[in-house]
């Protein structure tokens, strides 16, 4: 396991943090559109937007080391994201890269990189949720089109998105349910698309239904080969479970609430002074560690060339559980001011900290729910019968 880092590569971490004094100056408006519109310019121009993707396909063709400390230094800078396509460019393109047809990287990478479209990823159903194998949602070749019947569910972004990674069943009796399964890339202005938002407990809809009702989808829009869906799959959401860089951004929330406890009471007396506040904030940087510990491990797989598989769930069920609890535990500090939401001039922070607690499914459910990676490390890691 590696814990520092060469001279190279902090010579890589002085450039970033050059580069974000130069152009992320203190009181940047983030949210501004043409900071951002020139802040997205920018990083486009450096290519660390697809930083590890490959230099033929657009992508910057950097190190995973490099792209953990690029990530880095952005998160403890709170900087914009890099690049406007997030689930394009968190596992619809790292997809391509790999599963991809010459004709499908020339046609949706460049997109992607520009964040010209969205993307959404239709993988969860109705009665099956998280358990992706069991998918009923058909795909039926006639000809050079796939047509597809089915529904999807808590398919995030689903409302704005234009186009969709869609997994169908094209083999109704396979062997295994893993098998069988092929992946798909709809337009979602194809005829026979329905969408539905679904209001959440803050009021907003970042999740949808989608509704297929004969979809016609052309057979070279169909992302490897056909029944290879699950691994396709796999490969996509085991790259969104390895970054450590995700680590930074919970430590980031951390040093947030425990500003939040400085400027509160508990008790008429500061709520860091609390032996209780303080023993949950001391719990939170322990698991915030063994994340962080763990995800050195899976870099280290990486740089050894092995692949990344089922022990990626354990950081994912680990954050799931952190963004509920120390959701509660902001809650918690703000005492009766903790009921006023964003608009209430009542609201500390502008409200961020309800808006917080009331969104975890987004987090919590996103890539898959905690019981099913609790599944997944139970069976693969641990070996125990299968549930």
Same mark, same amino acid.
């Given at each position: 396991?590696?814990f520092?880092?060469?001279?190279?590569?902090?010579?890589?971490?002085?450039?970033?943090?050059?580069? @974000?004094?130069?152009?992320?100056?203190?009181?940047?408006?983030?949210h501004?559109?043409?900071?951002?519109m020139? !802040?997205n310019?920018?990083?486009?121009?450096?290519?660390? $937007?697809?930083?590890?993707?490959?230099?033929?396909?657009?992508?910057?063709?950097? %190190?995973?080391?490099?792209?953990?400390?690029?990530?880095?230094?952005?998160?403890?800078?709170?900087?914009?994201?890099?690049?406007?396509?997030?689930?394009?460019?968190?596992?619809?393109?790292?997809?391509?890269?790999?599963?991809?047809?010459?004709?499908?990287?020339?046609?949706?990478?460049p997109?992607?990189?520009?964040?010209?479209?969205?993307?959404?990823?239709?993988?969860?159903?109705p009665?099956?949720?998280?358990? /992706?194998?069991s998918?009923?949602?058909?795909?039926?070749?006639? =000809?050079?089109?796939?047509v597809?019947?089915?529904?999807?569910? !808590?398919?995030?972004?689903?409302?704005?998105?234009? !186009?969709?990674?869609?997994? $169908?069943?094209?083999d109704?009796?396979?062997?295994?349910?893993?098998?069988?399964?092929?992946c798909?890339l709809?337009k979602?202005?194809?005829p026979g698309?329905?969408?539905?938002?679904?209001?959440?407990?803050?009021?907003?809809?970042m999740?949808a239904?989608?509704?297929?009702?004969?979809?016609?989808?052309?057979?070279?829009?169909?992302?490897? #080969?056909?029944?290879? =869906?699950?691994? $396709?799959?796999?490969?996509a /959401?085991?790259?969104?479970?390895?970054?450590?860089a995700?680590?930074?951004?919970?430590?980031?929330?951390?040093e947030?609430?425990?500003?939040?406890?400085?400027?509160?009471?508990?008790? =008429?007396r500061?709520?860091?002074?609390?032996?209780?506040?303080?023993?949950?904030?001391?719990?939170?940087? #322990?698991?915030?560690?063994?994340?962080?510990?763990? %995800?050195?491990?899976?870099?280290t797989k990486?740089?050894?060339?092995?692949?990344?598989?089922?022990?990626?769930?354990?950081?994912?069920?680990?954050r799931?559980?952190?963004e509920?609890?120390?959701?509660?535990?902001?809650?918690? @500090?703000?005492?009766?001011? %903790?009921?006023?939401?964003?608009?209430?001039?009542?609201?500390?922070?502008?409200?961020? !900290?309800?808006? =917080?607690?009331?969104?975890w499914?987004?987090?919590?459910?996103?890539g898959?729910?905690p019981?099913?990676?609790?599944?997944?490390? #139970?069976?693969?890691i641990?070996g125990?019968?299968?549930?």
């Amino acid at each position: 396991m590696h814990f520092n880092f060469n001279e190279e590569e902090e010579k890589f971490r002085d450039e970033v943090r050059a580069f @974000l004094d130069e152009n992320l100056p203190e009181g940047a408006d983030r949210h501004d559109p043409v900071f951002l519109m020139e !802040w997205n310019a920018k990083v486009r121009e450096k290519r660390w $937007v697809g930083f590890s993707w490959p230099k033929e396909v657009g992508g910057g063709g950097g %190190g995973i080391v490099e792209q953990v400390i690029l990530k880095e230094e952005m998160a403890k800078r709170r900087a914009p994201a890099l690049g406007t396509c997030f689930m394009g460019l968190a596992w619809v393109g790292p997809s391509i890269v790999q599963y991809g047809t010459e004709e499908q990287k020339e046609r949706f990478i460049p997109d992607i990189l520009d964040g010209k479209y969205q993307w959404c990823t239709g993988y969860s159903e109705p009665d099956y949720g998280s358990d /992706l194998a069991s998918l009923q949602c058909k795909g039926v070749l006639e =000809g050079d089109e796939y047509v597809v019947n089915g529904q999807k569910i !808590w398919t995030s972004l689903a409302m704005w998105a234009e !186009w969709i990674i869609l997994l $169908v069943r094209t083999d109704p009796k396979p062997a295994v349910k893993h098998d069988g399964i092929t992946c798909l890339l709809v337009k979602m202005d194809s005829p026979g698309i329905e969408r539905r938002p679904i209001q959440n407990m803050s009021g907003g809809s970042m999740f949808a239904e989608v509704f297929f009702n004969d979809v016609r989808v052309p057979v070279n829009n169909r992302l490897g #080969a056909e029944g290879q =869906g699950w691994q $396709v799959t796999i490969s996509a /959401l085991a790259n969104e479970r390895s970054g450590i860089a995700e680590v930074t951004g919970m430590i980031r929330k951390l040093e947030e609430l425990k500003e939040l406890a400085r400027k509160t009471n508990k008790n =008429g007396r500061p709520a860091t002074e609390d032996t209780r506040v303080r023993g949950r904030i001391a719990r939170f940087e #322990a698991q915030i560690e063994a994340m962080r510990l763990n %995800g050195m491990r899976y870099l280290t797989k990486q740089l050894k060339g092995e692949p990344l598989s089922s022990e990626t769930s354990v950081n994912k069920l680990h954050r799931a559980e952190l963004e509920v609890t120390m959701g509660d535990f902001a809650l918690d @500090l703000l005492g009766s001011t %903790g009921h006023y939401r964003a608009g209430s001039d009542a609201a500390v922070d502008g409200g961020k !900290w309800q808006t =917080g607690a009331l969104n975890w499914p987004d987090v919590v459910i996103g890539g898959g729910t905690p019981n099913i990676q609790k599944n997944i490390i #139970a069976e693969r890691i641990l070996g125990l019968p299968k549930d």
